[in-house]
């Protein structure tokens, strides 16, 4: 008769939970954009995710208008990457008559800034990949 092996029982892995991390990064980008918010000529920035958003922008009659633009914005490049096979866009940049937008996603945030036509973007872009 051939003795079974006894196994020893698995252990039990603690892990963070995923969400306290998001929490986090999500601080760290809050914070960044505050920041970047003082920058001269930035007019405000949209940051949202599949549970919350925060519009801070100087023109609060013209919330619509700008959460209308960046989130058509970041849906068209979606659909042009995907229907050119282009991969995935890291960020989009629209720049019209008087001012310009930068959009990007960090994660499942979703940000537009907001700026004056002659602010140089990359300086904004550095930061929120800093954080």
């Known amino acids: 008769m051939v003795k079974k092996k006894k196994g020893f ?23 960044s954009l505050e920041e970047i918010k003082t920058f001269d000529g930035v007019i405000g920035y949209i940051l949202r995710n599949s549970t919350s958003a ?14 209308i633009l960046s989130s058509s914005a ?22 019209g008559k008087d001012i310009k937008m930068l959009s990007l996603v960090i994660g499942e945030n979703r940000i537009s800034v907001f700026m004056e036509k002659n602010v140089d973007y990359k300086k904004i872009l550095t930061k929120l990949h800093s954080s």
Do not use: H, M, Q
């Open 74 to 95: 970041l849906e068209a490049s979606e659909k042009l990457c995907e229907l050119f096979d282009l991969g995935e866009a890291k960020n989009i940049n629209v720049e």
């Open 54 to 67: 925060a519009i801070d922008l100087k023109d609060p009659t013209k919330i619509i208008d700008y959460a």
């Open 9 to 31: 029982p698995e252990t039990a892995v603690v892990t963070e939970p995923i969400a306290l991390e998001e929490t986090t990064s999500e601080k760290d980008l809050r914070a």
